[in-house]
């Protein structure tokens, strides 16, 4: 079976191609992708080619897939899975594999999968590993953010807190406790947002900054503040650009500081603010991972001693944060949906990874087989003074709060043209 596909050569190096997929072997899947949704960590990869530790050395001469937050459908099982899985299912995938000890992942390290084409062999690892998970929710673009959700999932695990004359740590933020989400209204960031308020473990008190009021503003559309209310968190958010003081920051939890402090952007000055926002046992989550190996920032280790203060970084989930992230989605507790800004299809995936920190706005979602520029949800009604297909898109999105719906997707799959 013939694939169209982004390919990665090398550094900065994509390749929009068709070529034909090799004979599945028993212990693979033969599968089509509908939907990718474009993560920062593609475009670190894209710019740091076999430097990343990801990515084999050999690229140029076995180019290897990009994208993994994809879903799709099932088209071959080999006999190893029969009865397991079948023609038909949906799916979605765990690329943090941890195959014996190997950092390979789809998305980055494979040949015949990635979420940047429309047809995919899945190798027999991602079986074992139990990393390929049904999907049984109705739109396809939910299994795409299934994956960053559960990376929300797997920080918000990892923050630890302790009890004094106690070696016994207590994993997870602080039920009803006082949170912090610093650069928080980015595609992941909104995800943040979207757990911290919807899943069974909340903050009492949750601070959202940004220095961005455009973005802050549609971060409040989609997640609002008496939504929260209604949830039991005070929610705040706050521009940080407009001469609120780090110390008006502080006085939201009445002088106390923060339990949890969420960092969603690798700037020095931003990671260093969370570190005096910081509350007795307070937890650092340094989200945002760097492009650059050398990035550093002061914190206070007369904090660390005395006041408990620590540390962790998570860059992605685990499978459990995935089965989470897919049951929260299934019985709609968590609605992702807000984190999409832009659509486009295939043809539109290489000049948006490689120019993603520059494209503003949330998410940008791909469907694989179609043929589409990389367009702004919030732009749908201007293109659709001339184009039909985008006058539609915009009738649709505007029914559902200029968010990205079941009904829009089903009218792009129906409507745009194939690639």
């Known amino acids: 079976m013939k694939t169209k596909a982004v390919r990665m050569y090398g550094k900065n190096d994509l390749r929009l191609e068709e070529f034909e997929l090799p004979p599945l072997q028993p212990g693979e899947i033969l599968a089509r992708v509908v939907s990718d949704s474009l993560c920062m960590s593609s475009y670190k990869a894209a710019i740091q080619g076999s430097g990343h530790k990801r990515v084999p050395a050999d690229i140029d001469q076995k180019p290897v897939l990009l994208g993994h937050e994809l879903c799709g459908e099932i088209l071959q099982v080999g006999a190893k899975w029969e009865g397991r899985f079948s023609p038909g299912q949906r799916f979605s995938i765990q690329p943090a594999l941890n195959y014996r000890g190997s950092l390979d992942a789809p998305g980055y390290s494979y040949r015949y999968i990635g979420g940047n084409a429309t047809c995919v062999i899945i190798p027999e690892e991602v079986m074992e590993m139990d990393c390929l998970l049904e999907y049984q929710g109705d739109a396809f673009f939910l299994g795409s953010l299934a994956e960053p959700i559960s990376c929300v999932a797997g920080a918000f695990h990892a923050n630890y807190h302790t009890t004094q004359g106690s070696y016994d740590h207590s994993m997870g933020i602080v039920e009803g406790g006082k949170t912090a989400i610093l650069a928080g209204v980015g595609p992941m960031g909104l995800a943040a947002i979207d757990y911290a308020i919807h899943n069974p473990r909340r903050p009492g008190l949750l601070v959202v900054t940004d220095i961005d009021q455009e973005r802050l503003d549609r971060a409040a559309r989609v997640y609002t503040v008496e939504d929260a209310r209604n949830h039991g968190v005070d929610l705040h958010y706050v521009n940080t650009s407009r001469g609120e003081s780090e110390q008006a920051l502080l006085d939201l939890t009445g002088g106390t500081g923060y339990d949890d402090v969420f960092v969603f952007a690798p700037v020095r000055s931003v990671l260093e603010q969370g570190d005096r926002l910081l509350g007795h046992d307070g937890c650092l989550n340094f989200f945002a991972g760097p492009s650059n190996s050398d990035f550093r920032a002061e914190l206070n280790f007369y904090e660390v001693h005395y006041s408990a203060h620590h540390l962790v970084g998570t860059s992605g989930g685990n499978t459990d944060d ?98």
């Open 322 to 419: 995935m089965r989470e992230a897919l049951d929260l989605m299934g019985r709609g507790l968590v609605n992702p949906a807000g984190m999409i800004t832009h659509v486009g299809g295939l043809n539109a995936v290489i000049e948006t990874t490689l120019n993603l920190p520059s494209i503003p706005g949330g998410k940008k979602l791909i469907y694989t087989h179609k043929n589409l520029p990389l367009v702004a949800i919030d732009e749908f009604a201007e293109r659709g003074k001339n184009e039909p297909f985008y006058a539609g898109l915009a009738e649709i999105c505007e029914k559902h709060n200029n968010i990205w719906s079941i009904e829009a997707e089903e009218y792009l799959l129906r409507e745009a043209p194939e690639i």
